[in-house]
């Protein structure tokens, strides 16, 4: 599937499929560029559980990543990777094989 940029350019959305939790280091970066929600801030406890970020779960948190919340609702614009530093996220065209 392809679309067009404003002046007629072929542009194909690359959705975000995943986000390598080993490579994530929860900065956040991504969360602020994206306006749709695609992604939440979670953090992980000692035992490698995903945990909800709140008063009661500090003591437990090994660290913050970011994990997809709606998948879905990514347009495929990409930002996101751009203001990555960890090059943490995996993108995938539209009919794409997700591996």
Not at 29 to 38: E, I, L, S, Y
Not at 51 to 71: G, P, S, T, Y
Request: aromatic share 4%.
């Amino acid at each position: 599937m392809s679309f067009a940029a404003r002046d007629g350019r072929e542009w194909i959305p690359e959705y975000l499929t995943s986000i390598d939790d080993k490579k994530c280091i929860g900065c956040g970066r991504c969360f602020k560029v994206c306006g749709r929600d695609v992604m939440t801030l979670k953090g992980i406890s000692e035992e490698g559980e995903l945990v909800d970020l709140d008063d009661d779960a500090d003591d437990e948190i090994e660290k913050k990543i970011m994990v997809l919340n709606d998948e879905g609702a990514c347009i495929g614009c990409g930002a996101c990777a751009r203001v990555c530093p960890a090059n943490c996220q995996i993108h995938a065209s539209a009919g794409a094989e997700v591996t």
